[in-house]
């Protein structure tokens, strides 16, 4: 026998009847004319295909089919209650946010937003690129990610808000041994010829690597081949001493041993960084977010660009947007 699809106002109805014992009390109480109340009780007798009460013109009783259905109904019930509330506020949802990489940038919006609303569950994820966690976003595993949205699939993009969060100033990680390393910054001329790593062969970074690739082609710096994503600061950092290769950043990113940061000049290349989230998503902690974007913006100048900086027009033009 198939079991039957019970809608709960079924269920509802018959537990009011079942606890009262009487059609026009149940009724009332349920805010619903009685005979759509008996019309709900004779639709889930035909359902379970049986008599769940007995009526006579004085007084209502269970069958011993409506006694063995009570218990399984407040249960049904119970957990119903429970769905209900558990989605009533979106605030009881923990926020998953991405920051890509720690230390930068978005870790400080998080922290503003979680002093703004403490009241809510902000949870940081590494997801280390917004093409794969613009996808996650998409597909409800992830709320929120960090990073440049115009390397994004035009499909992906258009199903998805944004808000602009800074000009990040771009930067050259360097082994301390490299020639360059004693600068105090580095002219963009001054890395032709040289293979830079940008991500290449991580297919969770793509949008890092096309921006890279824009750069490079102007300065005839040469783009580091594909190779395996070094997963960890410790195999990240083996990885970088045994090629040599120097690795394109922003100026944020934190130092790992033996090696320095230098910020690019000459231009001052930009690396574009939006908040991106699902399109009609609703959470007291995107607003938090927003907020906190909104004052980092205000108080120290993350939305003022440099004069004479890179940055191409499609990323020009998208942090002028404003979800």
Known sequence: MTVPDIDPRLLRSFAA??????FTRAAARLY??????????????????????????RQVSLTPDGERLLPYARRVLDAHAALATAFADPAARPLLVDLNTDGM?????????????????????????LTWAAAEVLAGRLDVSFGRAAGLDPGVLARLSVRPVRYEPMAVLLRDDHSLAGCEVVALGDLAGETVYAGAGNARTLEWTD???????????????????????????????????PVLTVVDFPPLPRTVVRPLVRPVPLSPLLMVWRT??????????????DEFAAGEGWMARPSGSWLPDTDASLMRHHS
Do not use: Y
Request: a neutral charge.
């Open 211 to 245: 921006l890279a690739a824009r750069l490079f082609d102007s300065w005839n710096i040469v783009l580091a081949p594909p190779a395996p994503l070094a997963v960890g600061v410790a195999e990240f950092q083996r990885v970088m001493e045994k090629n040599g290769h």
């Open 105 to 129: 940038a978005a870790a400080r919006v998080l922290a503003r937003a979680r002093e703004l609303a403490p009241e809510c569950e902000l949870m940081a994820r590494f997801e280390s690129g």
């Open 17 to 22: 009847v079942a606890e009262d014992l009487h």
């Open 32 to 57: 619903v004319a009685q005979q759509a109340l008996s019309r709900d009780i004779r639709r889930l007798e035909r359902e379970l295909g049986c008599a769940l009460f007995v009526r006579t013109t």
């Open 280 to 293: 009609g998503a609703d959470h007291p902690g995107l607003d938090a977010l927003r907020a906190a974007v």
